[in-house]
């Protein structure tokens, strides 16, 4: 082959780069998301929510096998220090004491759950009606004198 062959040829990715560089110019970056969120709804009625928790269960085990639990460490870490200098350290102290609210929700109902259980359970045994009125003793018609 002569230079002359090869003059503006170019890979398969060169060219895939170059067109995306080119849409984005013209289109802009909010249509990249927009197509993406619109392919990944597309995707999550055709495979269901499964489908993303596998392939993010996949590439975390991925990324652990090739930078090690350490990695993980690090980033959460930046990403904490992040949110703190955006939203300041008393976004944790609000977020935890909402999440302390939600858990003594949680197990109030838990509780409330657990009684009523135990009472339809205690319900459903014949000596142990709760709130039922006693029966009357039977009336005696036997020797005792109370005919």
Avoid: C, H, W
């Avoid at 082959?1 to 909010?30: I, L, P, W, Y």
């Avoid at 690090?74 to 990403?79: A, P, R, T, V």
């Avoid at 838990?110 to 205690?122: D, F, L, P």
């Amino acid at each position: 082959m002569s230079d002359k062959d090869n003059k503006g040829s170019m890979t398969v990715a060169e060219a895939g780069r170059k067109g995306g560089e080119t849409v984005r110019n013209e289109r802009g970056r909010e249509f990249y998301e927009t197509i993406g969120r619109k392919g990944g709804a597309t995707v999550k009625a055709e495979r269901g929510r499964s489908f993303y928790e596998e392939i993010g269960r996949k590439g975390g085990e991925t990324v652990k096998a090739e930078r090690g639990a350490k990695f993980y460490e690090e980033i959460g870490k930046k990403g904490g220090d992040r949110v703190k200098a955006t939203r300041g350290p008393n976004f944790y102290e609000e977020i935890g004491r909402k999440g302390g609210q939600k858990v003594k929700k949680l197990i109030e109902e838990g509780k409330r759950a657990a009684r009523a259980a135990m009472a339809a359970q205690e319900g459903a045994a014949p000596s142990s009606q709760e709130g039922a009125t006693p029966a009357a003793p039977p009336e005696s018609t036997g020797p005792s004198g109370n005919e």
